[in-house]
Each structure stands twice: as C-alpha cells, then as structure tokens.
C-alpha cells in the first residue's frame, strides 16, 4: 500500500533528565499535508519531544529522519534548514521592529544591506499562498495578540519551514482569531505542508486535525486515526489513563451580595480603562466574565485585587466600603485572589514555594510577631497545604518555578483558601493547565461555590464559563455589555456580545 | 561540540563549590602574570600565604583588612537581595569615615564616643544610600549609575574638606585633625592592631543574617528583589522596601569607614580606603549575597591584599597583582554562577 513518505518521523525517541525520563522511546511521524495533534497532560513529554526536534534538547537515543533521510538536528538553525519552524506559546518577536524588519532578523541581506524589495516579494507571495495578511511597515507592538502569532507563522513559512510546530496556539486568541487561524493552517496543509499542533482543547483537536499522537508519562499512550469521530472523553482518557467526568454545578441558592462593585471608572494607564462598569456577586454564586482579553478585564482584576484604585466610583466586600485598595485592606476584608498570570504575579519562581504560599499574609499573627518570622508555622502551612491541595513537589523549600503549571495553580489556590474567603477573585484560573489539573481547581470552586463563597471567574474560555458559572457577564471596551444567566447563554450569544454587538442590558 | 542547557535544581553543594572553584581559576589564572613577571609562581603564592595567614600576627592583620570589607560586603550583599545595585559603599564608606571622625574629635567619655561615632558614621552612609534609592524609587534613575557616580562626588568632597576647612593645623599635610585618643577603639591583643570594630565586623555577618532570613522585613528584602510584582501583588510596599535596604546598606558601608577611623587611622586621609567599598562587591558576589558566606570571602580577599605586599618586596612581583586577583575572582564568579542555571552537556558525541 503505497502512503507518502513522512515528512518528519521520530523513531525511538528518549530523553531523561536526572532520573526523570520525559520521553521514552516516541515515534511520531507526519506526512505531506497532514495536521498532527500532539496531545498529552502537563508533564506527558509534549514540549521535551518538540525541543528535541527543534534542537533544544539532544536526544540521549532514537532517531529524526526528513523525508526518509536521517538528520541530525542540534541547534534551532538546523532545525530551520531542515524546513521545522516553530510558532511558541510565547512569541519571540522584536516589538520596536517592524513585521518586515522582524521577518528579516538573521536573514543574510545583499552586500550588507537588508534585502527589502526580496522580503516585500517573499511576503507577499506568503499572502497569495496562504491568505495570511500583514502590513510590512507596522511595528510589531501595534500588532494585536492574534497578529502577532501569524507574524510568528509567516516568520516561520519565510524561512522555508515545510513543517510547522504550533504549541498552543489557541490560548492567546479570542473565538473569532481561532477560527481565522484554523482556516490558515487547513490551506497550509492542503498546499503539503505538515503541522503539528499542540493543545489541550479537545474540542479544537477534535475539529482541526487529521491524526492524533497522545502522550503519558513520557511514552506513546495511543494514536487517534479519525479525531473528528472519536469523543473528546475517549481521548481525555488516553491523555489520563482514567476516566474525566466534567464537575456538576448543582443548584445554588446565593445569599446576599459579598462583592459590589459601583460606577467603577479608572483612567486609561496601562490597557484598556473601566468605564463606569457596576456588578455583584452573592454568597454561593459563580459570576463569569467574559470578554475578548484586552477589554478592561486586567483593570478590572487589579481594581478588586486591590492593586489599583478607581477613580471614580464604590466597592464593597461583605458589605464593608473599601477605601484604600491595597492588597492588605481587600484581603483583611475577606478577598481572595489568584492573579492571571501566576508566574509573574502570584509566585516569586526563584524562592522556596512556602515563602509564595505566604507572602500575602506575612504580615499577620499567623506568620510573624513583631517582625520576626515564624518558620516552624510557615512550613507547617506549606506542608498542611501540600498535602491537602496533593501539589506535586519535594517538599516546601523546593524552588517555587520548579513546579508545573498546575502545581503551581493548586498552590496559589490554597494560599487563598486557607482563609477562608467570603469572595474569591480569579483571572483565567485554567488557562495553559491540563484536564486533570483543570477539573480540580473546577472542583475547588464549586466546593467553594457550595459553603457561600462569592466567585468571580474572568476568563475567555467561554465553555469553561459555561460550566462553572451562574451568570456571566461580557465585557466590551472596558465596560460591562450585558450579564446572562448561564441557561440562557451560549458559545454563539457570549461570542456576539464579545464583539460589542448587543447593547447594553 | 558542547552546549549549555537549562538546569532544573541546583545541588546544595554548589554553595561553597562555585567560590572555591573560582578562587582556584583566578589563581590559576593570574599565575601567568607573576611568571610573566619572572617569579616563580609557586614561591610567589607562598610567600603571599605565610605574609598572610602564616603566623599569628599576619592573621591579625588580615583580619584588620578584613573587618571592613565584612561590612561592605554586608552592605552590597543587602542591597543585591533587593536588587537595589548599590555600587556606591565606597562614598558611603568614606561619608561615615567623616562623620565619625568629626564625632571622635569632640572630648566626651571614651565609650560614649564610640557610641556615637558609630551612630554618626552609620547615618551617614545611610543618608548617602539614600540619594541614588530615593532617585530610583521617585524618578526611575538607574541606581548603578547614580550610586557608582555619587562616589566621586563624596571622595572629592572629602579632598576639599581635608585640603581646606578641616586641614589639620598641626601636621598641615592634608589630613583631618585626629580623634581623642579616649576614642580610639581597643586593642584586644596587646602588641597587633586588632581591634574592636573587628569583633563588631564578625558579630554583624551573623546578625543581618538572621535579620534577612528570619525577620519580615528581611523576607519582603527578598521577596522584592526576586520579584517585584510578586511582592507588589502580595500587599509589600516594594518602594518602601527598597528605601528600607538602602539605608540599612548604606549604614553598614559606613560603619566600615567608623572601623577605619576608630581602630586604624584615628583620622580621615584620602587615601583611607585602598577601594573597601568597591571589594565589597566582590566580596558579596564570592559569598553568593549570603551574610554567612561574607566573612570568609572578605577573609580571603584581605589575605590577597596583604600578602600582595610581602610578595612584592620578596618576588618583585608589583604589589598591583592583588587587584588584578580581585577583579579576576569577580570575574571567575559570574562564570561560575551560570553553573547554577545551567550545565554543560556534550552533544553529537553518542552516537
């Protein structure tokens, strides 16, 4: 039976650190006009395997072959020689530069010179091709999160990669930009070059790709010949190796409101302002909010999390008026917080994780008199936590950016949790965490949901919104469009109000 | 081929292998100058040992070098933590020299002026660290550059002091007129110059330990250099905390420059500090910003710097050699540290 050489095949792939083998003997190949799906938990293997083909990563055994023949890649130029490019989750793009300067980096110019006029006509041809537009002159710092990622993928295509390595594409971009870039890459595909796509979005693998490679522990767990017709729980559970029942959100009887937020207006200091936005969340009640990011859900974070204050407008938390906003009089009044980005924000990486799981409160009697530290006490929580919450990790003085993302989210939870909120405020709680780690923070909020907690979930996973919150309201240049409750919303009425459709309610 | 890759942990016993192993390249290193010099290598480093560490009165005088290195390179392993980059000990070092000098020359019982040399000399560094963390924290001013160059605005201020107004009318060479002698600090062994500020050096590296690792302020210290935003978000006034590490760094450079005064100089020269304030990052960076680790590293830099001497008059090595040792041991630290981060790995050999 004669099928196309692969494009790429990995035979045997092996790579451990320490005493960790984070890939052990992989095979994995894509043909000509194939989309790949490479999924698999935190942890599973999935970045390790595609740093080796990337180059990052020596493998300790196995071998890559190109289009039958064996190569051997050691450095990310090799790998760009061989045809992989490969677009990060995080983007590595000069933002002073422009999209064509950008394209340019590393490329030889002619006699000294940057070679313009052949990178105009590259380009342009990359648009004919593929239908990916971007205009040459504009620095990439004007460029929206969504453009940028196809700056990545045009960067990629310049340099001649006849495969494409995509590592979770779709977390930074809003619906409408998922359904853009699914277009590019199927005509990418059908013109015969490979892709591997990368993400734990069941639902985007199940629609996007052709095959599947899931991955655990480091090993193949299955393949998945036909996505589009096998269930999101089927794959889910090769990705577990145990079965993942999505969390039930019983009926709740909120109380009276623990969060009010009142005409809350800020100015426009860094991303978009607030503008007169009014919400509340009661006793036992999820409250969603949803939006395309970058319209006012950071400063709407920062105004709860007491990191900036309005300029116009009230708060109250159980009732209480905040007047200061700073981090210690919202926590005092019985505000918890998980910040959006935990490793920037919520964790201080270089640090052992108990100093993190303390740092908000180490002020107060239960970590410190009279400015003296308490040690004993503070490892004590750390450990009580850990065992509670089941964080992955050596122990306590174990350095806080050794440990997964979801490790890492569990702790952060339990440094809120431990004192008992009467709200909890929660930027993309699941965002880049895995279907096991995602369903126990779901389940933490639901747990919370049920003993009165007020929850407040601002997030741009509209699915997860849906099955975790009560309401939810969307957000639209910096204020509040309309609020749903969550029987009456769908993907499709939450998308249109995202856009600023529907008027104010 | 070789390539570095990302390290996941570091071992424990990095801590005291990586200045060991620096120490060793900076040796090995600067071994080609004194044979360059046309010293034998082996005769030269001996004789820097034995002038240094070999007999009882060379530790003392080592350990009189060493005192106030102790306490900048406690000031600049402070600061570091913080990430405030106070490269200005040298100024404030030089600013509690005076401060301390001045206090010592008013008559008053001798233990109440020692007392208060040191809280002169103290706020005076303070004061001086204060100028480049109030321009950071209000004006965003690069504070390496600002407290580097605030250096030479005090040394020169102290030059116009000593070759003017406060000249000593006595000598009239341009030094200040010397403290009571009631205030000279105490000789702890008779016939050495080891005295008190030494003592007080070696009991501050276990205290502003315990303050960095087991106070609350000492944890927003760190917590504020590790991560800013962290600790913004976790309810810590970063700006207070950098102001806070300013002064406590810019009081202990100064208390080197009362040690000098009080136990070696009994009076301000220009020449007062052979650049204790500039080893001190050395030192900090040897001891990997560990208070502990501060003492032996000053330790060690004080042996170089007085066994440099005896070399020179021995081998006829120049006696410069002992800067070229400090300047490559910082040097073969920072190299050093990237082993925490990273490994080597051989690649393209299996196969």
């Known amino acids: ?505 | 081929m070789f390539r570095l890759e990302v390290r996941t942990s570091t071992p424990a016993w990095f801590n005291l292998a990586l200045p060991l192993l620096a120490i060793a390249a900076t040796l090995v290193l600067c071994s080609g100058l004194i044979a360059l010099a046309g010293a034998g290598v082996l005769e030269a480093y001996g004789v820097m040992f034995t002038a240094s560490l070999g007999d009882s009165y060379a530790i003392t005088e080592t350990m009189v070098r060493a005192a106030p290195m102790i306490f900048t390179g406690l000031a600049v392993a402070v600061a570091f933590r913080a990430k405030f980059w106070n490269i200005g000990a040298e100024g404030q070092l030089l600013a509690g020299a005076v401060a301390s000098c001045f206090v010592g020359a008013i008559p008053m019982p001798g233990p109440l002026a020692m007392l208060l040399m040191a809280v002169a000399g103290a706020a005076a560094g303070a004061a001086v660290a204060l100028v480049p963390a109030t321009l950071r924290v209000k004006f965003k001013v690069d504070d390496v550059v600002s407290s580097l160059l605030l250096n030479s605005v005090i040394y020169y201020a102290l030059m116009a002091l000593i070759e003017g107004p406060w000249k000593d009318s006595f000598s009239g060479y341009p030094i200040s007129p010397p403290i009571e002698d009631s205030a000279n600090f105490p000789v702890l062994l008779e016939g050495t110059r080891l005295h008190l500020g030494v003592v007080v050096a070696l009991i501050a590296a276990p205290v502003i330990w315990f303050l960095i690792v087991r106070t609350t302020l000492g944890f927003r210290i760190r917590v504020t250099g590790e991560n800013p935003e962290a600790a913004r978000y976790g309810g810590i006034h970063v700006e207070r905390v950098l102001i806070s590490t300013a002064l406590l760094s810019g009081a202990l450079a100064g208390l080197a420059g009362v040690g000098e005064v009080g136990g070696v100089h009994f009076q301000v020269m220009s020449d007062i500090s052979p650049g204790y304030g500039y080893s001190g990052i050395v030192v900090a960076m040897l001891a990997r910003l560990n208070p502990l680790g501060v003492v032996p590293a000053a330790i060690f830099l004080a042996a170089v710097m007085t066994g440099a001497e005896a070399m020179s008059r021995a081998t006829g090595v120049p006696a410069f050699l002992s800067d070229v040792i400090q300047g490559t041991a910082l040097l073969a630290m920072l190299v050093a540290l990237l082993f925490t981060a990273y490994r080597i790995r051989r690649v393209g050999a299996a196969r």
């Open chain 1, 1 to 505: 039976m004669p099928t196309p050489a692969p494009l790429i095949e990995m035979r045997g792939i092996t790579k451990s650190f320490g005493a960790v083998k984070a890939n052990e003997v992989v095979d994995l190949s894509v043909a000509p006009g194939e989309i790949l799906g490479l999924l698999g938990e935190n942890g599973a293997g999935k970045t390790t395997l595609m740093n080796v083909l990337f180059g990052a990563y020596a493998p300790d055994a196995g071998e890559i072959f190109i289009q039958g023949q064996p190569v051997r890649i050691t450095s990310s130029a090799d790998a760009l020689a061989a045809g992989i490019g490969m677009v990060h989750q995080h983007f590595h793009l000069a933002p002073r530069l422009t999209v064509l300067e950008n394209l340019l980096i590393g490329i030889p110019g002619r006699s000294g010179r940057i070679d313009r006029a052949g990178g105009l006509a590259r380009l342009a041809e990359i648009r004919r091709q593929h239908g990916l537009t971007l205009d040459p002159d504009l620095p990439v710092s004007a460029l929206s999160v969504g453009e940028q990622q196809r700056l990545e993928i045009v960067k990629a295509l310049f340099r001649g990669a006849r495969l494409l390595i995509l590592d979770e594409p779709t977390a930074v971009l809003a619906p409408t930009e998922v359904d853009g870039l699914f277009s590019a890459l199927r005509s990418m595909a059908a013109q015969g070059l490979g892709i591997i796509f990368i993400s734990h979005k069941l639902n985007e693998v199940r629609a996007l790709t052709h095959r599947c490679t899931v991955l655990r522990h480091g090993r193949v767990a299955g393949r998945v010949d036909d996505p589009a017709n096998t269930t999101s729980a089927a794959m889910a559970q090769l990705m577990c190796g145990h079965e993942i029942v999505p969390p039930a959100r019983g009926p709740s009887t909120p109380g009276a409101a623990v969060l009010t937020l009142d005409g809350i207006s800020t100015s426009q200091h860094s991303g978009t302002a607030l503008r007169d936005v009014s919400l509340s969340v009661r006793a036992g009640e999820i409250l969603g909010i949803a939006g395309v990011s970058g319209n006012g859900q950071r400063a709407l974070a920062e105004v709860i999390s007491g990191t900036r204050a309005p300029d116009a407008g009230r708060m109250t938390i159980a009732g209480q008026k905040v007047s200061g906003f700073s981090p210690r009089e919202v926590q005092a009044l019985g505000l918890g917080r998980i910040p959006e980005d935990r490793m920037t924000t919520g964790l201080v990486t270089n640090l052992p994780l108990a100093d993190s799981m303390v740092l908000p409160r180490i002020g107060t009697a239960a970590f410190s008199s009279k400015g003296l530290l308490k040690p004993d006490a503070i490892r004590a929580f750390a450990e009580a936590q850990i065992k509670a919450y089941d964080i992955r990790c050596p122990g306590p003085m174990t350095r806080a950016g050794a440990l997964s993302g979801g490790n890492l989210q569990k702790a952060l939870l339990a440094r809120e949790l431990a004192f008992d909120p009467k709200v909890l405020v929660v930027s993309q709680p699941t965002r880049g965490l895995d279907i096991g780690a995602a369903r126990f923070i779901h389940e933490k909020f639901l747990d919370m949901r049920a003993k009165g907690c007020g929850i407040i979930v601002i997030g741009e996973d509209l699915e997860e919104l849906l099955v975790l919150c009560d309401r939810i309201a969307v957000m639209y240049e910096g204020r509040i469009v309309g609020t749903l409750d969550s029987a009456d919303a769908t993907v499709a009425r939450l998308g249109l109000m995202m856009t600023g459709a529907e008027g104010h309610s």
